[in-house]
């Protein structure tokens, strides 16, 4: 069965810093990937989606991320942390061929943004 | 335009007491999603609608939660008898058939079961 990976529940960095936060999914055939956001008692809000074509995505709120398919990864970047980015990260992935177009999500990653 | 509207927001029942909730897709959206989200883990697929018939409820404990969308619309989730394990956050989603197919996302109630 499909499956994903965050590597690090919790993950802390200083304003201005890079993020870095690590997915890794299961699957001999690349599915569909995505990365949701989750603040404090509000639902998911995607930042962004992997589905064909170039492998360097652009999100929101300045976030991109990276299909590699020989990694079988699709890690979320920013280059500078800001305070407002303190939330749940969840990556999640969608298998080719699904037409229910359900998603499986990994365990999250929550991030702390240090003053 | 509107987006997921879910109520209540929070819950705090007993063991063995019922309990139910409600979402509001974005209208116009065929595809209705319940998510159960645990603390400390991600979303986990209840059960699927498109329309009012059921896609995929293979993760739904149907010997305590049962779910409906009569009209292809509203949603209701319903436990009975909840355990201290439903203890979590329930996710109603929707998605509509253009525009890359996303899902969105309501707020989530937060049920606890005591």
């Known amino acids: 069965a499909q499956s994903v990976t965050q590597l690090g529940s919790h993950l802390s960095v200083s304003e201005g810093a890079l993020v870095l936060l690590r997915c890794n999914y299961s699957s001999s055939v690349p599915p569909y990937l995505f990365w949701y956001v989750q603040y404090p008692n509000q639902g998911l809000q995607l930042l962004l989606k992997y589905t064909t074509g170039a492998t360097l995505v652009k999100g929101i709120n300045g976030f991109e991320a990276e299909f590699k398919k020989s990694e079988t990864s699709f890690h979320l970047t920013k280059p500078s942390a800001h305070m407002s980015d303190a939330a749940e990260y969840f990556c999640a992935v969608r298998p080719v061929g699904d037409s229910s177009y359900k998603l499986i999500f990994g365990s999250g990653t929550r991030l702390l943004v240090r003053p | 335009e509107a987006g997921v509207a879910q109520s209540p927001r929070y819950k705090i029942i007993e063991k063995r007491q019922s309990v139910a909730f409600w979402c509001n897709p974005i209208s116009g959206h065929a595809t209705l999603y319940w998510y159960q989200q645990i603390l400390g883990q991600g979303p986990k697929l209840l059960i699927q609608?498109?329309?009012?018939?059921?896609?995929?409820d293979s993760q739904l404990p149907k010997d305590r939660f049962s779910a409906e969308r009569l009209k292809g619309v509203d949603s209701t989730l319903k436990i009975q008898p909840a355990k201290l394990e439903d203890s979590a956050v329930y996710l109603c989603a929707s998605r509509g058939t253009s525009g890359g197919y996303e899902q969105y996302f309501g707020p989530g109630t937060r049920l606890t079961v005591t």
């Open positions: 609608f498109q329309n009012n018939g059921v896609v995929d």
